[in-house]
């Protein structure tokens, strides 16, 4: 079979295409053919070495595919069902540990870049009924990571108004987790086209961040002056204290993202003066994913799928996500 693997210290000219053996399931694990992945910046960012790993690892941490073998003691999953991996492979339930947090295919396991990948069955959900493998492929990382912030952490609620920042994978499931909710969407960006892309996808009002450093203060007047409820926070340290002026007093904000690097100034009297709440995601349990595969087969979500690259032209496909030209998902298919 072949699957795309990465040489130590990283780079994306040392992405490689190889053949390996086709695994064995063992007797608590599913065995499946991998058919599509989809890019996410921490890919990306595993792919340039940012997070060193282990040479030749498999890379890529989201997989849909179909099971075409089970091990004895597997009662989940039967062979021909439709799967899609988990972002944390022993996060079934509760809050996370260090123990849970162990293990993200692609990064310390082996990636869902491979076409056919073993695991065990609590490493994998059922994929929403209806969905191509590409479109369920787009789930495991940035669809979970939204629906965690959204539905878990900010509990947002009909009527609620959501921030989300850009166009990328995580905030456009943001976008369409909050519209399917009955909450208002107020969405940046840095581009025209996309903007009329975001209020075509449901966003009431959309802000060119590019344009406006203080954005959130535009963001708040919008909102009649009393600031949004929730923030999906992408950006890191020169987006947070924008999304912080956004807020409502009492608001909530999900601190996700590293787009704009991994340290800065946190303007700490406006946080407190609004009495903000503040949880830092790490992606989600199997049991949230569940949930959230359940909601997407009440609601209809379709999910937003940018472009399809062949697993021989990832470096490509990383190339293009590190552009930022993309309008939610690049997807990888097998
Ligand atoms: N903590 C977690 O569990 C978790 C899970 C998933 C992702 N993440 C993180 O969340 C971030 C987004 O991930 P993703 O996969 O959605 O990335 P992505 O698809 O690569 O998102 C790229 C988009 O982000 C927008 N963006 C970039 N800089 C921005 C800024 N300064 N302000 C507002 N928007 C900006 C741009 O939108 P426009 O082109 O519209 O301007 C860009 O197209 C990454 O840092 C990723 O590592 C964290």
């Avoid at 099971?67 to 492979?89: C, E, K, L």
């Avoid at 087969?297 to 190339?319: K, N, Q, R, T, Y």
Wanted: hydrophobic content about 45%.
């Amino acid at each position: 079979m072949k699957a795309a693997i990465l040489h130590a210290p990283g780079g994306l000219e040392r992405i490689e295409i190889v053949e390996r053996d086709r695994p064995e399931p063992a007797a608590h694990e599913i065995l499946v053919q991998v058919h599509a992945s989809s890019l996410n910046y921490h890919d990306y960012v595993v792919a340039i070495g940012g997070i060193p790993t282990e040479d030749q690892r498999v890379l890529m941490s989201d997989g849909a595919g179909e099971v075409v073998a089970i091990g004895d003691d597997v009662t989940q999953f039967a062979v021909g069902d439709r799967v899609i991996s988990t972002f944390f492979p022993n996060w079934v339930d509760g809050p996370i540990s260090l123990a849970k947090r162990a293990g993200t295919p692609g990064d310390r396991g082996p990636g869902m870049a491979a076409q056919f990948v073993a695991g065990a069955e609590n490493a994998f959900t059922h994929a929403p009924a209806g969905y191509s493998h590409v479109q369920a492929a787009t789930l495991p990382c940035a669809a979970l990571t939204a629906w965690r912030a959204l539905m878990v952490e900010a509990r947002i609620k009909p009527g609620d108004t959501v921030l989300v920042l850009g166009s990328g994978g995580v905030s456009i499931f943001a976008l369409q987790f909050a519209r399917v909710a009955g909450a208002k969407v107020i969405a940046t960006t840095s581009s025209q086209s996309k903007a009329d892309r975001l209020t075509e996808l449901g966003a009431e009002h959309v802000v060119n961040y590019a344009e406006d450093p203080k954005w959130g203060k535009t963001v708040k007047q919008l909102t009649g002056g009393r600031g949004v409820d929730a923030v999906v926070e992408i950006g890191g340290p020169d987006t947070l204290g924008q999304s912080i002026a956004a807020c409502r007093m009492g608001g909530h904000i999900s601190l996700i993202g590293v787009l704009t690097g991994v340290k800065g100034e946190v303007p700490t009297a406006a946080f407190f003066y609004a009495n903000l709440t503040m949880t830092g995601i790490s992606v989600g349990s199997r049991c949230q994913q569940q949930d959230m595969v359940r909601a997407i087969e009440a609601s209809g979500i379709v999910p937003v799928v940018d472009s399809e690259f062949e697993l021989a032209d990832l470096a490509e496909a990383f190339a293009y996500q590190k552009a930022q030209k993309h309008f939610g998902k690049i997807c990888l298919t097998l």
